[in-house]
């Protein structure tokens, strides 16, 4: 694999990283699957890039976060408040999300960003000259991953961290300890999809442009990096289990840029990801079965044998 | 502590499913008032205390607790007073936390982003090595690992770690083996001597019902038909309750789990 191909891998593991993370706090930490990913990471990509066209790269980020709660508090509110099963709520804000990405977009699926400042670009400027030149990407990126890191452990061990952990374990026992499980469950998807936004926003940048489509089928790679990451680091603190999730979102985009070096074309990605998540998904289950299979296999097989005599 | 006045609960209204689960019941409980309940399957005993908790609205009459009214309170803010065990112990507890993760939720206090203190730790230390199941040394272990007994004593220790008002308890040691069970059982009675704690027991060993408490309530049909306490209580044997059940509601007691021994 060549170095350009690594830096590759590297920054989008990194980028991508912190969509898997949002999804560690949705999926794994409250046990809601947060279908409306999809749509949010484009927002954060479509919020960040129109902000930083507009000349203000810095702001971008927090604003692209914002944009992401608001997403996150919708989906939050419509299955908590409004009885709709958490699977549909996503599906429902992410069809929204839609319309609302190409509104902020001014009518347009596309956003250029070749001449235009962006958190890379300056930090690009900082580092002329020093060993590090080349890889203003890595930095930002890799700086807001340890942050995003660092601070989601803290959090997930308050209070209220913990709340949300035990809402996705045992609302029974979160509403006996006085604590409002619609609470935990609306800031939760709140932080995760800020996350999210905030994933999208780098994404768009380091590619300077974003569209539309820019965000499809990111839930199930997020998802597969998921499973990779846990499976790897699924034991142990939550601090472990977080980095876990980082190294899935690497080990993902490696696996991935082995293929393409395979001459697999680079369409299927998203073939590729679905697959391991329903393989990741289903072994379990098919683990759990087996037994039952081999008795059933062993039996027809006496059976024949008692037969051919 | 505990004012019921006339609730009725019907399930399913006009369709054929329909299920008067609770029909008319009042209830008044004294401070410090240890009532045991005994009943029928589908007297509406589980229905009562779920009732109580605000786990749905009944169709009318109301709930004070210690001169709260709770009828319109949801269930999560009547908690704060009420602590409940269920007969699964693996309903009051979350098995992918550690011991002591679970006990600083159940103990409630600090912010929203406090975290866990070193004198949290100490204290819970304490409380749990009074349980004397050697759940002291395994705080940082996932409440998952822990037994059906060891969960419960568990549950029991984070209802009662802030003293509720009122404490009700699902036939707690019902799924739990006889040893085990007898421990819960003893744990449950010194913590709510302790605190004095107003508390409701659902159970199905009849001379369990006269022994703990003061007070015994036998349920059918959604209606509490027997209330008995003080002298009458401290005479009274298994046989006297079921012919007093018989005679308050017109048949033969019919619980396939109740013990008579």
Known sequence: MSFVELQTVIELGLICSLTVLALFLSYSMLGVCDLSTDGCFTLGATVGAVIAVAGHPVLSIPAAMLAGVCSGFVTAVLQTKMGIN??????????GLYS??????????????????????????????????GWHVTVVAGVAVVLTVALLTLFL??????????TGNNPDMVRSSSINPTFTTIVGLCVANALTGLSGCLMAQ?????????????????????LIGGTLLGRGGIFLRAVGMVLGAFLFRLVYAVALRLDMPAFMLKLVSSV?????LALPYLKSQWPVISRRLSYKKALAVKEGK | ???????????????????????????????????????????????????????FLTDSGSIVVNSQDVTFMPSYKRSKHIGRLFQDPMRGSAPGMTIEENLVLAAGHGGWFSHMSAKDKMAFRDQLAQLDMGLEDRMKQPVGLLSGGQRQALTLLMATMNPPWLLLLDEHTAALDPATAEKVLDITKSVVAEHSITTLMVTHNMSQALELGNRTLMMDN?????????????????ND??????????????NDRMLLS
């Open chain 1, 100 to 133: 609302v990405n190409i509104a902020i977009m001014s009518g347009s699926a596309r956003v250029n960003l070749n001449k235009t400042g962006t958190v890379f670009t300056m930090v690009k400027g900082l580092l002329a000259g020093t060993p590090l030149e």
């Open chain 1, 206 to 226: 380091s590619q300077q442009s974003t569209e539309i489509n820019i965000g499809s089928g990111m839930v199930t790679i997020a998802l597969a990096s998921l």
């Open chain 2, 241 to 254: 309750l079921l012919e007093r059940f018989k005679q308050g509601s017109g048949k033969a007691l019919d």
């Open chain 1, 157 to 166: 061990n308050t209070r209220l961290g913990l709340a949300i952990r035990a």
């Open chain 1, 86 to 95: 958490s699977l549909l709520a996503g599906i429902i804000v992410n069809t």
């Open chain 1, 276 to 280: 391991i998540v329903a393989l990741a």
């Open chain 2, 222 to 238: 959604g209606n509490i038909v027997l209330d008995v306490s003080g002298e009458e209580r401290a005479h009274m044997t298994v």
């Open chain 2, 1 to 55: 502590m505990l004012d019921i006045s006339h609730i009725s609960k019907t399930f399913n209204p006009g369709t054929v499913n329909e299920k008067k689960a609770i029909t008319d019941l009042s209830l008044h409980l004294a401070p410090g008032d240890f009532a045991t309940i005994i009943g029928s399957n589908g007297a509406g005993k589980s229905t009562l205390f779920n009732a109580i908790c605000g786990d």
